[in-house]
């Protein structure tokens, strides 16, 4: 294989192919310097490309159709069958807005904790904003916790209290467009907590009383027996 190349697409080295969801995709793999049929393989990430006769000597194509999120950041590698060292890699770089709407409604009690989930998955990745009651958010440390990654964002409220009650809005925005989505969160009161220990009490002393009461005049149920 000394001496042989191969090319996708006319780049005769590793590249990254920008698209966008939906349009298909063709890759062309071609071997260059060759004096002899070669066989080519392709493969998506390590998985290898089912190719049909007549799709695999010196020329082989292959459609990625449709294009969607899922395929971003995944490689297709075209090979030389006999010496897979002789490769050249595709990734696709997919470029999608950010894909979220609609709104959600969370009941909570007070004293209690919640936790408002924005899954905000775009390519580029997006930036992401919390707004509460159209008002930009600010956070108190002692109180919030914000948590991102490039395809979700977390924002926990600690011991949640009444003034806590509204819409917070999650907005993602990146070049190709923008997303929100509304969380309505309604505080309630605080449950009257039952007092366990204080039942448990009663009954032992329920009990022990109706155990002595019994005991005290056991002589006069004997007899009545």
């Known amino acids: 294989s000394a001496g042989l190349e191969l090319s996708v697409n006319n780049h005769a080295a590793d590249f990254t192919l920008s698209t966008e969801p939906g349009p298909p995709i063709s890759l062309s793999c071609l071997v260059h310097n060759s004096s002899q049929d070669e066989e080519l393989l392709w493969y998506r990430g390590d998985g290898q490309v089912d190719l049909k006769d007549g799709n695999k000597v010196n020329i082989s194509n292959i459609c990625i159709s449709p294009v969607n999120e899922s395929d971003n950041g995944v490689t297709f590698s075209c090979k030389l069958a006999r010496d897979k060292s002789v490769q050249v890699s595709v990734i696709l770089d997919v470029q999608f807005p950010p ?17 408002l989930t924005c899954n905000s998955k775009s390519n580029p990745q997006a930036q992401t904003t919390w707004y509460k009651d159209n008002h930009s958010l600010t956070l ?16 926990s409220i600690t011991k949640v209290q009444k ?12 070049p190709l ?12 009161d605080k449950k ?3 007092p366990t220990e204080a039942v448990i009490a009663a009954v032992v002393v329920v009990t022990i009383t109706i155990l002595f009461g019994i005991v005290a005049r056991k002589d006069k149920i004997l007899k009545v027996w």
């Open 99 to 115: 894909r979220l709407s609609g709104e959600e409604t969370l009941h909570v009690e007070e004293d209690k904790d919640v936790t």
């Open 177 to 188: 467009g923008n997303g929100t989505r509304d969380f309505h969160l309604i505080v309630e």
């Open 163 to 174: 003034s806590d009650n509204g819409t917070y809005t999650c907005m993602v925005e990146s």
């Open 192 to 194: 009257p907590v039952f």
């Open 140 to 155: 108190q440390q002692s109180r919030h916790e914000l948590y991102q990654t490039s395809e979700v964002s977390r924002l």
